[in-house]
């Protein structure tokens, strides 16, 4: 694809994959994936792959970085240099340290960190594919490996981006549409509170089109929310035996 | 049935009982960690995995890490690095503990049994040498989560009780997850490897009687050998 070329990316009122403009892509989500990390799991948004392992709370360093009050939440998103087309140059960058803050944010009102002063909380995503989205697939995979790893939170966070092409409001874009659509809106929420705790925007929408694709971005977080606990609970009741005796001593 | 929750799960509206493992918001109680409710008395949320945090009066298993007069910095499987004073040892040192020959008594990493004696807001461990509890040289020590040291004891003590009967070992359970055990080399690898089995099914009902049927039928396996 050249640039400037013009796309048609709406056919039909099918997406170039053949999606609705309210539909998501396949997701899927596998929990406890690592064996030495504390939390982990493995998520696939369509073509995106990550993978998010947690550690801690663990003691904080460097030292002077402590929090007296309350645990201190390292970020960290990094992209796998085979993620993309042509190789990305491997190590942080403006892009991916910009990624982690907003993330980093999006944890900090669900996450009791007042449980664990002085500590730090540590979530590592890898993305290992991306096909447009990946921060929100990062953040949906890290909440469900920050519950794995038993760190206390009032809620999970749910994440998905909205966007606008050829003029529609679609939910959910993919590389092409990310990269030649005309807007892009990644949200993470509290589904279960419909409160926002990250939004960001990238291209031009008016008053209008921001409370359309506001509105599909909340269905489809609640969405995601029933994925992520269904994976949670599945990982319990799968093996043998599902109940739970009485608990003991 | 228990019921798995996940963090943010409603649990109850009883406020009053609102127990571990909980939060209250606007008059009801929801789940704060992932893992199974427990609402005998109070309503908790037992997690599935976590890290150890120190609590007065535990017994805990620790590994020295550090010497800094007049301290031994203690590792305890926490967030948290303890500090277990000189003047703990010098009550059954022969010789005084001074500056520069702290570790001959204990040196890094020797295991000591502690008592948490004092946890501050600063979370500053303070320790004792729980002094009837002697770990020294001989015997093996096991990893685990803290979580699951409950279904260790069991309850009332019935499986540590089993344990220690049917693998003819010493055991001692740390409430950090450490276990110690001491015994001939191989009912050592047959407790090893229950608490093993014990600490993947700790979710699973019935499981003090599969432990029981587990441990008979490897008795007689080494009996026919």
């Known amino acids: ?243 739970f005796e009485e608990r003991e001593a | 049935m228990y019921k798995v929750v996940i963090p943010g799960d409603f649990v109850s509206d009883d406020v009053n009982r609102a127990g571990e493992g909980t939060y209250v918001e606007d008059g009801k109680v929801y789940a704060v960690t992932y893992g199974v409710v427990d609402d005998k008395n109070e309503i908790r949320v037992v997690a599935f995995s976590g890290k150890y945090i120190p609590v007065m009066g535990d017994v805990v298993i620790g590994k020295i890490i550090e010497i800094s007069f007049p301290y031994w910095i203690v590792d305890i499987a926490s967030p948290y690095e303890a500090r277990l004073h000189m003047s703990e040892v010098a009550m059954r040192a022969e010789k005084r503990v001074e500056f520069g020959n702290m570790s001959a008594y204990l040196d890094f990493d020797d295991l000591v049994a502690v008592k948490v004696i004092n946890v501050d807001a600063m979370m500053r461990i303070d320790l004792a040498l729980q002094e009837d509890l002697d770990i020294g040289s001989e015997g093996r020590l096991i990893e685990i989560s803290y979580t699951k040291v409950p279904r260790i004891i069991g309850r009332k003590g019935s499986m540590i009780r089993m344990l220690k009967e049917k693998c003819k070992c010493f055991i001692f359970v740390a409430k950090n997850g450490r276990i110690w055990i001491k015994g001939k080399s191989e009912d050592m690898k047959l407790a090893f490897e229950v608490i093993l089995m014990i600490t993947t099914e700790a979710h699973t009902s019935g499981l003090t009687d599969r432990v029981a049927e587990f441990l008979d039928s490897s008795r007689q396996k080494v009996k026919k050998r």
């Open chain 1, 1 to 243: 694809m050249k640039k400037g070329e013009e796309i048609e990316f709406i056919k039909d009122g099918k997406r170039l994959d053949g999606r609705t403009f309210d539909e998501l892509r396949n997701i899927k989500i596998e929990v406890g994936v690592l064996e030495r990390a504390d939390g982990s799991c493995y998520l696939e948004l369509g073509d995106n792959k990550v993978i998010a392992a947690v550690y801690g709370p663990r003691e904080m360093h460097p030292r002077h970085a402590q929090d007296a009050k309350m645990a201190v939440i390292k970020f960290r998103y990094n992209m796998a240099p085979f993620s993309v087309d042509d190789r990305k140059r491997p190590g942080p960058d403006r892009r991916s340290v910009e990624i982690s803050k907003v993330s980093r944010e999006a944890f900090e009102p669900v996450i009791m960190r007042e449980y664990y002063p002085k500590a730090a909380i540590e979530v590592y995503v890898e993305i290992l594919q991306s096909d447009a989205g990946t921060r929100t697939a990062g953040i949906n995979a890290a909440s469900v490996a920050l519950a794995d790893a038993g760190i206390p939170m009032k809620d999970l966070v749910s994440s998905i981006a909205v966007g606008k092409v050829g003029g529609e409001v679609v939910l959910d874009l993919n590389a092409v549409e990310d990269n030649y659509g005309e807007a892009d809106m990644p949200i993470a929420m509290i589904a279960r509170k419909n409160t926002i705790t990250a939004l960001q925007m990238d291209g031009r929408l008016t008053k209008d089109e921001f409370g359309r694709g506001l509105k599909l971005a909340m269905n489809a977080c609640h969405q995601i929310y029933e994925l992520q606990r269904t994976a949670l609970i599945e990982r319990y009741n799968k093996r043998e035996s599902v109940k």
